[in-house]
């Protein structure tokens, strides 16, 4: 009991943590909302004109992006199926009963946000046209990753 316990106290302290990235991304998902509003900024040439705060904010917005998914699929995915008293060894085990448990909705989508995350990590510039199509991936698929992290902390609640 004390073992649950504790992993309870850790697990409440990696979604302390997590929710800062939640709440960066959702400020950073605004700003971005404003910004699509005045320009096209997946357009080439748009994006190359862009003032260096906006290129910031996307940026931010990626980091923040990754930052919620790695930590969500490494930290809080395995702890939760633990509290839970769900086993599972490997990351393969653990999102296929991530899945089951319905905290995501289906693991290609969750697996297709980690691939397009990845590959913007590494063509940002030298294929910016595949870059900012991964970007706005990304961006639309915010409220994807939203629902994820709130089924996540619901899932949580229920063993608390």
């Not at 490997?90 to 089951?100: A, G, R, W």
Request: proline share 1%; charged share 35%.
């Amino acid at each position: 009991m004390a073992k649950i316990d504790n992993l309870k106290q850790i697990l409440q302290k990696r979604f302390d943590k997590v929710e800062k990235h939640y709440i960066a991304l959702c400020e950073y998902k605004e700003l971005i909302d404003v910004m699509q509003v005045e320009e096209d900024i997946y357009n080439q040439f748009n994006f190359n004109t862009l003032k260096p705060e906006k290129h910031a904010i996307l940026d931010a917005y990626l980091k923040r992006f990754a930052s919620l998914q790695d930590f969500l699929g490494a930290k809080i995915f395995p702890s939760l199926l633990e509290v839970a008293g769900i086993d599972a060894k490997k990351m393969s085990d653990v999102l296929s009963l991530i899945e089951k448990e319905e905290i995501i909705d289906n693991l290609e989508n969750w697996i297709e946000l980690r691939e397009v995350r990845n590959e913007l990590e590494h063509d940002y510039l030298e294929e910016l046209q595949e870059a900012l199509n991964d970007l706005k991936y990304c961006i639309d698929n915010f409220g994807q990753l939203e629902k994820y992290y709130l089924n996540a902390k619901t899932f949580f609640e229920r063993y608390r």
